[in-house]
């Protein structure tokens, strides 16, 4: 093999090149809570209100951090996965289509549905709750995964669907 250096051509010995490419694998971790949780968390649950969804979850509402929480659900609206997408300060956290579609996909959710508490007690959405509810929705909608609610748990709840917001 010829190569052109600065002082001409040159003979190099031909060498094999090594190519390292990544490989990606789906990895679950699969937590057993050795707990009685069958009073909250009941299995083969639909999920059909937001009700259902702020009862489950209530007990966020006595957390002094954000919790923004991505809900996954299977075709029949039963949770197949909770994902801790964010924990943030007192009053925000930071959210990326990104790392909230990323465990959606691999865990084959049919739907999400998005959860954050506002440790205030006020589950009135801010203007960036609002915002990243509309990209996270768009976001859905390109890769098929589809938001059916935002819901904001304070000394109540929010539900963006029951507002009218998504």
């Known amino acids: 093999m010829t190569i052109d250096t600065i ?6 010995p031909a060498k094999p090149r090594t190519i390292k490419i990544k490989k990606i694998r789906a990895v ?5 809570i050795k707990e009685e949780i069958d009073s909250y968390l ?8 937001p009700e259902q969804v702020f009862e489950t979850f209530s007990f966020l509402r006595h957390e002094t951090k954000e919790y923004f929480l991505a809900i996954h659900l299977d075709g029949k609206n039963r949770i197949c996965c909770v994902d ?6 007192l009053n925000q956290s930071v959210v990326h289509p990104r790392e909230v579609f990323k465990t959606a996909l ?3 959710a049919a739907a ?3 959860l954050h508490n506002h440790p205030t007690g006020d589950p009135t959405p ?3 709750d609002i915002e990243i509810t509309k990209r996270l929705r768009e976001a859905g909608e ?5 938001v059916l609610d935002h819901i904001i748990i304070g000394d109540s709840y929010l539900s963006f669907v029951s507002r009218g917001l998504l």
Do not use: C, D, H
Not at 7 to 12: I, N
Not at 42 to 49: G, K
Not at 84 to 89: I, K, R, W
Not at 142 to 146: D, N, Q, T
């Open 126 to 128: 801010s203007r960036e």
């Open 112 to 114: 999400i549905i998005l």
């Open 28 to 32: 679950y971790e699969i937590l057993v």
């Open 84 to 89: 801790e997408v964010s924990v943030g300060s």
């Open 106 to 108: 691999l865990s084959s």
């Open 142 to 146: 390109l890769i098929g995964v589809k």
């Open 7 to 12: 002082f001409g051509q040159e003979q190099a």
């Open 42 to 49: 009941q299995p083969f649950t639909r999920y059909n209100s």
